[in-house]
């Protein structure tokens, strides 16, 4: 009998043969886009919304690991995340998530209707249709996966908002896509770039060969690769993590 052979061992969370994988499946992506949309969803374009995620998450993550640094602790906890986001406007996604969350609540302030009465908080649904929020914990796996390539940890709380922060917006870039396949394109495509007070602005990003067709090809039936991608732009600004999430997303599709 043949002998195998020895299988290269890890060197840590930071390898690319982990970086570049995304934790949530192309079966739950499908799911998703299905609650959305009776359009097919070809392979690729899963694999990229899939992606998407992943960079999104990371770069929120990253950024909340950052905070609790600063004040000595490893294990992430939901004022780690709202640190992430006052520090960097790129990362609020999912926003529809953060009327729901105990962890939010009390940033959004009250709301009044037109006569100046207060709005209750809205109740969880009982729908039997599945809802971005009601359907949350099912990225909960991959977030914790996510968590662990990462080298975090974090508690119940950060776990739970991570979750609906990736149903959400995994949700809305499924709703985006359709909406391109519809028009036939990206109707409404813009740029923009968050500036600090006080700092220079930017110059503006002109690498055109990581955005996305502003005109598509293909039938209206099949959610693309591409579709995908124009979605992604919508959902983000044109700062760094929509470059990045687009790459990473043409990489992933690349190597299937």
């Not at 207060?118 to 991959?142: L, M, N, Q, T, Y």
């Not at 602005?201 to 039938?219: E, I, M, Q, T, Y």
């Not at 470059?243 to 990473?248: I, T, V």
């Amino acid at each position: 009998m043949t002998a195998q052979p020895p299988r290269p061992e890890r060197s840590g969370p930071e390898t690319d043969s982990v970086t570049h994988l995304s934790p949530f499946k192309p079966s739950l992506v499908k799911a998703v886009f299905r609650e959305v949309t009776p359009m097919h969803l070809s392979r690729s374009a899963a694999g990229a919304a899939a992606s998407v995620i992943r960079t999104v998450l990371t770069e929120i993550i990253d950024g909340a690991r950052r905070a609790a640094a600063e004040e000595g602790r490893k294990k992430l906890i939901p004022g780690d995340l709202l640190s992430a986001l006052d520090r960097n406007v790129e990362l609020e996604v999912g926003n529809k998530w953060y009327d729901h969350s105990p962890t939010f609540r009390g940033l959004t302030g009250v709301v009044h209707d037109a006569e100046g009465v207060i709005v209750p908080s809205r109740k969880r649904s009982r729908s039997r249709r599945p809802s971005a929020v009601v359907g949350a914990h099912r990225f909960e796996a991959g977030v914790k996966k996510l968590l662990r390539s990462q080298g975090a940890t974090a508690v119940p709380a950060m776990v739970r908002d991570l979750d609906g922060i990736a149903s959400v917006f995994l949700t809305d870039l499924a709703r985006d896509a359709a909406v391109v396949v519809r028009e036939g394109g990206v109707k409404r495509f813009g740029t923009a770039t968050p500036v600090v007070s006080g700092e220079p602005v930017p110059p503006p990003f002109l690498n055109d060969s990581l955005r996305a067709p502003s005109a598509r090809k293909g039938n209206g039936r099949t959610i693309g690769r591409d579709d995908v991608l124009a979605a992604t732009t919508m959902q983000l600004f044109g700062g760094n993590l929509r470059q990045r999430a687009l790459a990473e997303a043409r990489e992933a599709t690349h190597r299937r």
